[in-house]
């Protein structure tokens, strides 16, 4: 199953939107591999490539790793935290271009629909929530 990494610069804002997530995508038999990446490595504001890394391992079965982010250096913590994977891992993990709450819902929902999604679709899944409008 695709896991999901929600990256924020905040602790409480990246495990409220992974509680959210599950809420609305996970059921009693299938629990969605989503886990949240936020805060520095003290615990405050910021993000920190080393815990990114260690959401990404403990989310990646091999089926693939979506990484949603809030801002961007956020982006470029994820892609530093990619970058200290091994090929074979790399190839697996897709940062998507995604508003951080709408994208992981959008994400979510696709791998709760289809075990068999692809990353690609997961990560479109993300992507299209840029197109929702509030008005």
């Given amino acids: 199953m695709i896991g999901i990494v929600v990256v924020s610069h905040s602790t409480k804002v990246a495990e409220g939107i992974c509680d959210m997530v599950e ?6 038999e299938n629990k969605l591999p989503v ?4 805060g520095n490595a003290e615990g405050k ?3 920190d490539p080393k815990k990114i890394l260690e959401a990404i391992k403990k989310v990646d079965d091999g089926d693939g ?3 949603l982010c809030d801002l ?5 913590s994820s ?6 994977l091994d090929d074979t891992q790399k190839s697996r993990v897709k940062i998507a271009d995604a508003p951080l709450l709408e994208g992981a819902v959008g994400a979510a929902v696709e791998v709760a629909s289809d075990s068999q999604s692809t990353i690609d679709l997961v990560v479109s899944a993300a992507e299209a ?3 929702l409008h509030k008005k």
């Fill in 45 to 47: 504001l910021g993000t």
């Fill in 79 to 84: 892609q530093a935290a990619i970058a200290m």
């Fill in 72 to 76: 961007g250096s956020g982006v470029i």
């Fill in 35 to 38: 886990i949240p990446a936020g």
């Fill in 65 to 67: 790793v979506v990484v």
């Fill in 129 to 131: 929530s840029r197109q």
């Fill in 23 to 28: 809420q609305i995508a996970s059921s009693s």
